[in-house]
């Protein structure tokens, strides 16, 4: 992770908008695992 946020200062995105593609990133990946649980969720039903 380190590593692309360094790729991505060296490339001059500001820190607002580094910090707006984590929030993204975050939220996809929050929404894939609710999903995930949803899913299992049904094969216990």
Known sequence: ???YLGVAREE???DTEI???LSIVM???GGR???QLKDAG???E
């Open 1 to 3: 992770m380190q590593e």
């Open 12 to 14: 001059g995105l500001s």
């Open 19 to 21: 910090g707006a593609v």
């Open 27 to 29: 939220a996809v990946s």
């Open 33 to 35: 695992v609710q999903a």
């Open 42 to 44: 049904k094969i216990y």
